[in-house]
């Protein structure tokens, strides 16, 4: 085994996640599976709870890329959004049907974490405001407006077929006047 670094032990806890689930997945499984000591470990983590938030931490941040690298086209503010919002809706959707289980493990683990949907909450309101030129506070409203569509507590949904109709019956309550 190589040198050890905090992204080998999360691939690695990944990998027995994937295999054990989170519940089931303890230090000393990922110890073994990496030939060290358990101690080893607290070199790089301060405990499982540290590991499992750095590793949907990264999981989140990879998995939402395309969404904070996205940037605005000429057309107007509204379509801007919009398009933004529906990339949001199908980046989230996309997840699920890839891969149900690692979708729900990571999503409920994340939804149980006050501060990693706090900080995921902000980032994609700062988008939105971003986007709009709208304040924070409103880009919150927006995002909250667009719940169903995004938060993982939906995902069985995301198959029906007025979907994509509710989504544009969604998004054209929000009386956005700016272009």
């Known amino acids: 085994m190589g040198k050890l670094t905090q992204e080998l032990i999360l691939d690695t806890t990944e990998k027995l996640i994937y295999e054990f689930g989170m519940d089931k997945t303890t230090l000393n499984d990922i110890a073994k599976r ?7 470990l607290y ?13 949907a931490w990264r999981w989140l941040e990879e998995t939402s890329k395309n969404l904070f690298n996205w940037t605005k086209s000429t057309i107007s503010t509204r379509q801007n959004l919009h398009d933004w919002l529906w990339l949001l809706a ?3 959707k996309t997840l699920f049907e890839k891969d149900q289980r690692m ?3 990571y999503t409920d683990y994340i939804e149980n ?5 706090t900080i995921h909450l902000r980032h994609l ?6 986007i709009t030129g709208l304040d924070e ?10 719940i169903y569509f995004h938060n993982p507590y939906f995902a069985n949904q995301w ?9 544009e019956d969604t998004f054209c309550l929000l009386d956005i006047t700016i272009s």
């Open 113 to 117: 974490n006050e501060e990693l949907i």
């Open 159 to 167: 198959d029906r077929p007025n979907y994509k109709v509710l989504f």
């Open 43 to 55: 070199k790089h983590f301060l405990n499982k709870e540290e590991l499992f938030q750095k590793l």
């Open 34 to 40: 990496l030939n060290v000591s358990h101690p080893a």
């Open 137 to 146: 506070g409103k880009g919150k409203a927006i995002i909250t407006a667009f």
């Open 90 to 92: 199908s980046t989230k």
């Open 125 to 130: 309101a700062e988008k939105v405001s971003e």
């Open 103 to 105: 979708f729900s493990l």
